[in-house]
């Protein structure tokens, strides 16, 4: 074995100055070599050392090979433990903490060196006083780390020297049907304390004689033996059980800007007056942006309708354009006939084959229902929490103090407030998601949006959520369709008496034009109200009449350009009347079959007043056939 200045130093517990000087005296073989750091190498064999000293420069070779991860030199040898047995012990090893897992590595390096000590020749009990000398542990204590690491493969040696206390091992004994009824009272949505649980067993074991232990003994052995998520499940729910698992990580850098989005609504916290006079706390259906997270567009209103989500889809359309996709509650309100009409496993309304297209269908764009309350199936939802737009709205310093049912807000004055911080949020810089990197929500939104296709929509098509929409049934004398009492009419109406039509009109001008659609959306008319007239009202009946007699004119000329052949000149070119042919002649002839008559004596001549009777001839016939038998 080769030692250097330094280990001998270590080892010995003197200064390098004083190794040297003892180096240098008569008896002291000439040096190997020289390293650095570590000074002069010599043979440990040939040095005129002491045998205590001998054993301490072995020990702390040792120990100093050994190291902190305590390679293995040689092969394993026969395993003491079965695999099963190993497993719990790795386990075990596993759930100590880093500081009992230094200790064991310790542990196993002082056997380590005493192994080495002993190999080398030194007895067993001076190898155990040199190295515990060394580490400052009692030989006694380095005897049974020997003995439990020696007890295992050299493998195991590591997992064995952790720190092995495991509390009181006896257990407190308790009864099957005390134990069940435990879990049974515990265990359950009412989610009782369990001291009330514990109170209640203890009065049906005097009962029934149960055997029980103390309460935290109890609780002790629930923990250990119910899954926790079990627990969870029962008491709280499966919402709470959701929870428990990692969520799932979307990627949204699969889209591009505007090509799909989310909606949801949010109640304000504020109380504010409309211009209807209504006090309330205002509802708002946002749209936000899936790719960068930026708020599109928003309505306000006194309850989340149809109306305003409509509304708040053609905001967003008439400012960015058309997006693909739509990430929706399946909600009554998200879900109405205008917006999704039409669409698959909306689940919500009756569905009617014949219902017409809503909004969303008759933009080409595709509805995805997500989970109500489910803040990764919409990002929206993460605006909503804390630090989102309603932390900057109703905590506002400007409505301090306001905004309550006796003191509410204009409407004026909130919808500005509103305005003003979804630009704000939007703005907002050091976003940390994987898209945004540092940037607003703005500046990704406008990055991704300049070098996307965007579908625009026409001033046609503004009319799809401009105006409500009422499907209606075209009567089937004239074509006219009514809503809400008024009558809607125009000619082109005719052709489509008796069918399922849409109105789209607006709720506050009804004296106003609708305008009329097929099912599937295709545009037909655009009809004036027709507004009924007093009863004595000639200049009306006048109106009227003039529209009539011009629409008998223009039938008329109509019928001109289309009939250009009257019904007689029709006669006219049919062929001559030719003579009836003959019909052909069969030869296949039918049989003709008559009732056999019963011969008769030429010489007899019957009395015609007799019949013969079939009947009476087979009955006597059976009688005289049955006194044979006899």
Same mark, same amino acid.
């Given at each position: 074995?080769?030692?250097?200045?330094?280990?001998?130093?270590?080892?010995?517990?003197?200064?390098?100055?004083?190794?040297?000087?003892?180096?240098?005296?008569?008896?002291?073989?000439?040096?190997?070599?020289?390293?650095?750091?570590?000074?002069?190498?010599?043979?440990?064999?040939?040095?005129?050392?002491?045998?205590?000293?001998?054993?301490?420069?072995?020990?702390?070779?040792?120990?100093?090979?050994?190291?902190?991860?305590?390679?293995?030199?040689?092969?394993?040898?026969?395993?003491?433990?079965?695999?099963?047995?190993?497993?719990?012990?790795?386990?075990?090893?596993?759930?100590?903490?880093?500081?009992?897992?230094?200790?064991?590595?310790?542990?196993?390096?002082?056997?380590?060196?005493?192994?080495?000590?002993?190999?080398?020749?030194?007895?067993?009990?001076?190898?155990?006083?040199?190295?515990?000398?060394?580490?400052?542990?009692?030989?006694?204590?380095?005897?049974?780390?020997?003995?439990?690491?020696?007890?295992?493969?050299?493998?195991?040696?590591?997992?064995?020297?952790?720190?092995?206390?495991?509390?009181?091992?006896?257990?407190?004994?308790?009864?099957?049907?005390?134990?069940?009824?435990?879990?049974?009272?515990?265990?359950?949505?009412?989610?009782?304390?369990?001291?009330?649980?514990?109170?209640?067993?203890?009065?049906?074991?005097?009962?029934?004689?149960?055997?029980?232990?103390?309460?935290?003994?109890?609780?002790?052995?629930?923990?250990?033996?119910?899954?926790?998520?079990?627990?969870?499940?029962?008491?709280?729910?499966?919402?709470?059980?959701?929870?428990?698992?990692?969520?799932?990580?979307?990627?949204?850098?699969?889209?591009?800007?505007?090509?799909?989005?989310?909606?949801?609504?949010?109640?304000?916290?504020?109380?504010?007056?409309?211009?209807?006079?209504?006090?309330?706390?205002?509802?708002?259906?946002?749209?936000?942006?899936?790719?960068?997270?930026?708020?599109?567009?928003?309505?306000?209103?006194?309850?989340?309708?149809?109306?305003?989500?409509?509304?708040?889809?053609?905001?967003?359309?008439?400012?960015?354009?058309?997006?693909?996709?739509?990430?929706?509650?399946?909600?009554?309100?998200?879900?109405?006939?205008?917006?999704?009409?039409?669409?698959?496993?909306?689940?919500?309304?009756?569905?009617?084959?014949?219902?017409?297209?809503?909004?969303?269908?008759?933009?080409?764009?595709?509805?995805?229902?997500?989970?109500?309350?489910?803040?990764?199936?919409?990002?929206?939802?993460?605006?909503?929490?804390?630090?989102?737009?309603?932390?900057?709205?109703?905590?506002?310093?400007?409505?301090?103090?306001?905004?309550?049912?006796?003191?509410? &807000?204009?409407?004026?004055?909130?919808? =500005?407030?509103?305005?003003?911080?979804? %630009?704000? +949020? !939007?703005? /907002?810089?050091?976003? $940390?998601?994987?898209?945004?990197?540092?940037?607003?929500?703005?500046?990704?939104?406008?990055?991704?949006?300049?070098?996307?296709?965007?579908?625009?929509?026409?001033?046609?098509?503004?009319?799809?959520?401009?105006?409500?929409?009422?499907?209606?049934?075209?009567?089937?004398?004239?074509?006219?369709?009514?809503?809400?009492?008024?009558?809607?009419?125009?000619?082109?109406?005719?052709?489509?008496?008796?069918?399922?039509?849409?109105?789209?009109?607006?709720?506050?001008?009804?004296?106003?034009?609708?305008?009329?659609?097929? &099912?599937?959306?295709?545009?037909?008319? =655009?009809?004036?109200?027709?507004?009924? %007239?007093? +009863? !004595?009202? /000639?200049?009306?009946? $006048?109106?009227?009449?003039?529209?009539?007699?011009?629409?008998?004119?223009?039938?008329?000329?109509?019928?001109?350009?289309?009939?250009?052949?009257?019904?007689?000149?029709?006669?006219?070119?049919?062929?001559?009347?030719?003579?009836?042919?003959?019909?052909?002649?069969?030869?296949?002839?039918?049989?003709?079959?008559?009732?056999?008559?019963?011969?008769?004596?030429?010489?007899?001549?019957?009395?015609?007043?007799?019949?013969?009777?079939?009947?009476?001839?087979?009955?006597?016939?059976?009688?005289?056939?049955?006194?044979?038998?006899?």
């Amino acid at each position: 074995m080769n030692v250097t200045n330094a280990d001998i130093s270590a080892a010995l517990g003197i200064s390098q100055q004083a190794v040297r000087k003892r180096t240098g005296q008569p008896g002291w073989p000439d040096p190997l070599g020289r390293v650095k750091p570590g000074g002069n190498i010599y043979d440990l064999n040939a040095c005129p050392f002491t045998p205590a000293d001998k054993r301490k420069i072995v020990a702390f070779k040792a120990l100093r090979a050994a190291g902190p991860c305590c390679p293995l030199e040689s092969p394993p040898e026969e395993l003491p433990l079965d695999e099963e047995d190993r497993e719990h012990l790795w386990e075990y090893f596993d759930r100590k903490p880093e500081k009992q897992k230094a200790e064991a590595r310790r542990k196993l390096a002082a056997v380590q060196a005493v192994a080495a000590l002993v190999e080398s020749g030194i007895g067993k009990m001076e190898a155990l006083a040199t190295v515990g000398a060394q580490i400052g542990v009692h030989p006694l204590t380095l005897n049974r780390w020997l003995t439990k690491a020696t007890s295992v493969d050299r493998s195991d040696r590591l997992a064995a020297l952790v720190g092995g206390y495991v509390g009181r091992v006896t257990k407190a004994e308790v009864s099957v049907e005390a134990w069940d009824y435990f879990k049974a009272d515990y265990l359950r949505r009412e989610q009782p304390t369990e001291t009330a649980c514990y109170e209640r067993l203890e009065r049906a074991a005097g009962k029934h004689g149960w055997q029980y232990p103390s309460l935290k003994t109890l609780m002790r052995k629930l923990r250990r033996e119910i899954h926790p998520d079990l627990i969870i499940l029962k008491r709280e729910g499966a919402d709470a059980l959701k929870k428990t698992m990692p969520a799932q990580e979307r990627d949204r850098s699969v889209f591009h800007a505007l090509e799909a989005v989310n909606g949801d609504g949010y109640t304000f916290f504020k109380y504010v007056r409309f211009e209807s006079g209504e006090v309330c706390q205002p509802h708002c259906w946002f749209w936000q942006d899936i790719y960068a997270g930026k708020l599109l567009s928003y309505r306000l209103d006194v309850s989340e309708n149809k109306d305003m989500i409509r509304l708040s889809i053609g905001d967003l359309i008439e400012r960015f354009g058309i997006p693909e996709h739509f990430w929706i509650d399946n909600t009554r309100a998200a879900a109405n006939k205008d917006v999704t009409g039409g669409v698959k496993n909306r689940y919500r309304f009756k569905v009617n084959p014949e219902e017409p297209l809503g909004l969303i269908p008759l933009l080409s764009a595709q509805v995805h229902w997500a989970t109500p309350g489910h803040g990764q199936a919409k990002p929206i939802e993460r605006a909503f929490g804390i630090g989102g737009i309603g932390e900057y709205v109703d905590k506002h310093p400007q409505f301090s103090g306001r905004g309550t049912k006796k003191n509410p &807000l204009p409407i004026e004055e909130f919808e =500005q407030m509103v305005a003003a911080e979804s %630009a704000a +949020f !939007n703005a /907002r810089l050091g976003r $940390r998601s994987k898209i945004c990197a540092g940037r607003s929500y703005d500046m990704v939104f406008a990055e991704s949006y300049e070098k996307s296709v965007i579908r625009k929509a026409t001033a046609k098509q503004s009319a799809m959520w401009l105006l409500a929409p009422e499907p209606t049934m075209a009567a089937r004398t004239d074509g006219s369709i009514k809503i809400l009492g008024n009558r809607y009419w125009s000619e082109q109406l005719s052709h489509h008496k008796g069918q399922k039509v849409v109105a789209r009109f607006d709720p506050a001008n009804l004296h106003g034009d609708v305008l009329v659609y097929t &099912l599937d959306g295709r545009f037909i008319c =655009q009809a004036p109200c027709h507004i009924a %007239a007093g +009863f !004595n009202d /000639r200049d009306a009946a $006048r109106d009227v009449a003039k529209i009539n007699a011009r629409r008998r004119k223009m039938l008329k000329n109509m019928a001109q350009d289309e009939l250009r052949l009257t019904a007689l000149q029709a006669a006219k070119l049919l062929p001559a009347e030719q003579p009836k042919p003959e019909p052909p002649k069969t030869k296949v002839v039918a049989g003709v079959f008559e009732k056999p008559q019963r011969a008769v004596n030429q010489d007899f001549e019957e009395d015609p007043a007799e019949r013969y009777n079939f009947t009476a001839t087979v009955m006597a016939g059976l009688e005289r056939q049955r006194k044979n038998r006899l």
